[in-house]
């Protein structure tokens, strides 16, 4: 790990749809990857979000 970059993000997203069905399965997702990260490398404890409504 020490001489591997990985590239990251901070910050917020807005994500729009008209497809109900489309925002319904990302919310899910979303909200379960709160507890499972997202990414590569989260054995380690990288990819945690915070969703904020």
């Known amino acids: 790990m020490e001489k591997i970059r990985i ?3 901070i910050g ?3 994500i729009k ?3 109900e069905m489309f ?3 990302l919310n899910f997702l979303l909200q ?3 507890y499972t990260g997202l990414g590569v490398k989260t054995a380690l404890g ?3 979000i915070k ?3």
């Open 23 to 25: 925002c319904q399965l």
């Open 51 to 53: 969703l904020e409504y």
């Open 32 to 34: 379960v990857s709160e």
């Open 17 to 19: 749809s008209k497809d």
């Open 7 to 9: 590239k990251g993000f």
């Open 46 to 48: 990288m990819g945690g």
């Open 12 to 14: 917020n997203v807005k």
